[in-house]
């Protein structure tokens, strides 16, 4: 497995979403992609995908680390398993840490590149905010 081209694509959504450019974040998903987000529905298509991280980025989202813990391929799909830490700047000043874990399913396109076909995320607790108080819901 080409590992090193989908590190590439996960090196270039964290940038994406660092320069708060959400469209440049969605264009590592195929067209047809589906993502599935804690507590919202499923986000079909691109298009989709685009809104849900415009959304994350106007709520605050300012820094995202993915850390890959497992790889494997079979065929033109790969799969990725690994943990995610989000930062989202609160209104309030304060700053909001939401960890968990993660798992991507890659499809190799017709042009050779990979690019993301599901994902799905969950955080390990409520997210907690830097002053050590837990975000209320």
Same mark, same amino acid.
Request: charged share 30%; hydrophobic share 45%; no cysteine.
């Given at each position: 497995?080409?590992?090193? &081209?989908?590190?590439?694509?996960?090196?270039?959504?964290?940038? &994406?979403?660092? /320069? #708060?450019?959400?469209?440049? +974040?969605?264009?590592?998903?195929?067209?047809?992609?589906?993502?599935l987000?804690?507590?919202?529905? $499923? !986000? +079909? #298509?691109?298009?989709?995908?685009? +809104? *849900?991280?415009?959304?994350?980025?106007?709520? %605050?989202?300012?820094?995202?680390?993915?850390?890959?813990?497992? @790889?494997?391929?079979? %065929? #033109?799909?790969? !799969?990725e398993?690994?943990?995610?830490? *989000?930062? $989202?700047e609160?209104?309030? %000043? %304060?700053?909001v840490?939401?960890? #968990?874990?993660? =798992? =991507? =399913? @890659?499809?190799?396109?017709?042009?050779?590149s990979?690019?993301?076909?599901?994902?799905?995320? /969950?955080?390990?607790?409520?997210?907690?905010?830097?002053?050590? +108080?837990?975000?209320?819901?």
């Amino acid at each position: 497995m080409d590992v090193s &081209a989908i590190a590439r694509t996960k090196d270039d959504f964290v940038a &994406a979403l660092r /320069n #708060g450019d959400a469209v440049a +974040a969605s264009a590592i998903y195929a067209d047809d992609a589906q993502l599935l987000a804690p507590s919202a529905e $499923l !986000f +079909a #298509g691109r298009e989709a995908i685009t +809104a *849900f991280w415009r959304a994350g980025l106007e709520a %605050g989202v300012s820094e995202v680390e993915l850390e890959a813990l497992e @790889h494997d391929r079979e %065929g #033109g799909f790969a !799969f990725e398993i690994g943990r995610y830490a *989000f930062r $989202l700047e609160a209104v309030d %000043g %304060g700053t909001v840490v939401d960890r #968990g874990k993660y =798992v =991507v =399913v @890659h499809r190799r396109q017709d042009d050779g590149s990979w690019r993301r076909v599901v994902e799905m995320f /969950n955080p390990d607790a409520p997210p907690l905010r830097t002053d050590g +108080a837990r975000k209320e819901e």
